[in-house]
């Protein structure tokens, strides 16, 4: 089968039936344990094989039975005992058929906890140790004076503020005063601008909060609800329970703007389709108990400006290649060192067939942070969200969905302070960002700090 249609049908229920030697290596691969994701699918699928078996051997029966039922009738014979025998055939037939469709809905069911494929050019490997670097750009900046960490700067400045933050909402949520605001939306307005002006991307404003079955055609439920912020009216409900009315605090704008599309068949001479979008995202951030405690890298409640796509699955790679470059062009643009890392198969997300991470040089903390994932999830969210195109004279298929950040706002807010700090404690204001700071230049002490 050639590789191009072999990744097209990934995670089909027929594919996953007919190469299960390929799906458990590649789980595997995953640190996935195929044995609890497809030991279940195994069993359950061969007991749907015995239903269909016995339904065709019934309907069989049924329909010779038929055919003698009428050739006694017109030959005025008693048909009685076999219209009788078709009819409890019939009970027999729908009983096993509703059967049928139920483990079929399970198995389907099963199918959403199998997170996607890699492609065979991620690098195996069982987390971000094995991550592979493939481009570096950028001087990294030299000081006079040792560099000091963003929480340090902001506080000092009167730009950040943690302790309110704390009192009116809790930990992990930051104030932003004066120019550190101002410096926060001038990074949105300059990203927007220059992936709408720029890049040919189309601008979209999508609702903050989303229904089940959005988070469900991009991959955040049912595996990972407790990452997610629930509004009241969802309280109540299984992860695996969708109604119209239930909302949740988006993650990532990757969702609203995916699901504009959910449920629709896209003509093909659209494609590809660039989306761009500036939203606040609400994380839990489960299982981070510990993790960045300091400063803003980890925050329950951030900005961020997402660039998503919608492309003909030959086109994707291609496609995925230029999102990264739109995300990287933002740090150039900035001035803000980076590397580029190909993410190896058991740090790759859930939904993702080919990650890479673009990382910011942070020298007040002397390390580089991963500031934009950049994703090809080639049919996968298509699938569950039911996207499909259509090429002329062609049937309808699944697109391949690709996105990234464009970048992380408050990410980028950080580097900017750690990477333009001077020795008095200011920080210089990027040229390309003066222009929307109103001509400022230099970011001071706020007064009354």
Same mark, same amino acid.
Request: charged share 30%.
């Given at each position: 089968?050639?590789?191009?249609?072999?990744?097209?049908?990934?995670?089909?229920?027929?594919?996953?039936?007919?190469?299960?030697?390929?799906?458990?290596?590649?789980?595997?691969?995953?640190?996935?344990?195929?044995?609890?994701?497809?030991?279940?699918?195994?069993?359950?699928?061969?007991?749907?094989?015995?239903?269909?078996?016995?339904?065709?051997?019934?309907?069989?029966?049924?329909?010779?039975?038929? *055919?003698?039922?009428?050739?006694?009738?017109?030959?005025?014979?008693?048909?009685?005992?076999?219209?009788?025998?078709?009819?409890?055939?019939?009970?027999?037939?729908?009983?096993?058929?509703?059967?049928?469709?139920?483990?079929?809905?399970?198995?389907?069911?099963?199918?959403?906890?199998?997170?996607?494929?890699?492609?065979?050019?991620?690098?195996?490997?069982?987390?971000?140790?094995?991550?592979?670097?493939?481009?570096?750009?950028?001087?990294?900046?030299?000081?006079?004076?040792?560099?000091?960490?963003?929480?340090?700067?902001?506080?000092?400045?009167?730009?950040?503020?943690?302790?309110?933050?704390?009192?009116? #909402?809790?930990?992990?949520?930051?104030?932003?005063?004066?120019?550190?605001?101002?410096?926060?939306?001038?990074?949105?307005?300059?990203?927007?601008?220059?992936? /709408?002006?720029?890049?040919?991307?189309?601008? !979209?404003?999508?609702?903050?909060?989303?229904? #089940?079955?959005?988070?469900?055609?991009?991959?955040?439920?049912?595996?990972?609800?407790?990452?997610?912020?629930?509004?009241? *009216?969802?309280?109540?409900?299984?992860?695996?329970?969708?109604?119209?009315? *239930?909302?949740?605090?988006?993650?990532?704008?990757?969702?609203?703007?995916?699901?504009?599309?959910?449920?629709?068949?896209?003509?093909?001479?659209?494609?590809?389709?660039?989306?761009?979008?500036? /939203?606040?995202?609400?994380? #839990?951030?489960?299982? #981070?108990?510990?993790?960045?405690?300091?400063?803003?890298?980890?925050?329950?409640?951030?900005?961020?400006?997402?660039?998503?796509?919608?492309?003909?699955?030959?086109?994707?790679?291609?496609?995925?290649?230029?999102? /990264?470059?739109?995300?990287?062009?933002?740090?150039?643009?900035?001035?803000?060192?980076?590397?580029?890392?190909?993410?190896? /198969?058991?740090?790759?997300?859930?939904?993702?067939?080919?990650?890479?991470?673009?990382?910011?040089?942070?020298?007040?903390?002397?390390?580089?942070?991963?500031?934009?994932?950049?994703?090809?999830?080639?049919?996968?969210?298509?699938?569950?969200?039911?996207?499909?195109?259509?090429?002329?004279?062609?049937?309808?298929?699944?697109?391949?969905?690709?996105?990234?950040?464009?970048?992380?706002?408050?990410?980028?807010?950080?580097?900017?302070?750690?990477?333009?700090?001077?020795?008095?404690?200011?920080?210089?204001?990027?040229?390309?960002?003066?222009?929307?700071?109103?001509?400022?230049?230099?970011?001071?002490?706020?007064?009354? !700090?």
């Amino acid at each position: 089968m050639p590789a191009l249609i072999l990744w097209m049908r990934m995670l089909d229920l027929g594919f996953v039936r007919s190469n299960p030697e390929m799906v458990e290596k590649k789980l595997r691969e995953r640190n996935a344990d195929p044995v609890a994701l497809l030991g279940e699918f195994r069993r359950l699928d061969e007991e749907r094989r015995e239903k269909i078996t016995q339904l065709e051997t019934l309907k069989g029966r049924r329909n010779e039975l038929s *055919d003698r039922v009428g050739a006694l009738k017109r030959e005025k014979q008693d048909a009685t005992a076999l219209m009788e025998e078709v009819r409890g055939l019939k009970d027999t037939i729908d009983a096993d058929q509703h059967a049928a469709d139920t483990i079929d809905a399970q198995l389907r069911g099963l199918l959403t906890r199998i997170p996607n494929l890699c492609r065979d050019e991620v690098p195996v490997g069982r987390g971000e140790e094995q991550n592979v670097e493939v481009k570096r750009w950028g001087k990294l900046p030299e000081f006079g004076f040792q560099p000091k960490p963003h929480w340090e700067l902001g506080e000092k400045l009167g730009i950040l503020d943690f302790e309110r933050a704390a009192k009116i #909402s809790g930990a992990r949520f930051a104030v932003y005063w004066g120019d550190g605001a101002r410096l926060e939306r001038a990074l949105i307005s300059f990203m927007l601008d220059q992936h /709408t002006k720029g890049h040919g991307y189309t601008e !979209v404003l999508p609702p903050f909060m989303v229904n #089940s079955k959005s988070l469900f055609g991009t991959g955040q439920l049912p595996k990972f609800a407790e990452d997610l912020f629930r509004c009241n *009216d969802a309280e109540g409900l299984e992860p695996d329970v969708y109604r119209d009315n *239930d909302h949740w605090l988006i993650p990532t704008a990757e969702v609203p703007v995916t699901n504009l599309y959910r449920d629709e068949t896209l003509d093909e001479a659209r494609l590809p389709i660039l989306l761009t979008a500036y /939203t606040p995202c609400f994380r #839990s951030e489960a299982g #981070s108990y510990g993790k960045d405690v300091r400063g803003i890298i980890r925050q329950h409640q951030f900005q961020k400006v997402e660039l998503v796509k919608f492309a003909r699955p030959e086109e994707s790679d291609l496609e995925h290649e230029k999102l /990264t470059r739109d995300a990287e062009a933002i740090l150039e643009a900035l001035h803000l060192p980076y590397r580029r890392m190909l993410l190896c /198969t058991g740090d790759t997300g859930f939904s993702s067939a080919k990650t890479y991470d673009l990382e910011v040089w942070l020298p007040g903390q002397n390390l580089y942070r991963e500031i934009s994932s950049c994703s090809n999830f080639e049919a996968f969210q298509a699938r569950r969200a039911n996207i499909r195109y259509k090429a002329k004279g062609g049937k309808p298929a699944f697109v391949h969905t690709l996105n990234g950040s464009g970048l992380a706002v408050g990410r980028t807010w950080l580097a900017i302070l750690e990477n333009y700090q001077q020795a008095d404690g200011t920080v210089r204001v990027p040229e390309a960002l003066v222009p929307y700071m109103g001509g400022q230049r230099i970011i001071a002490p706020r007064a009354g !700090v």
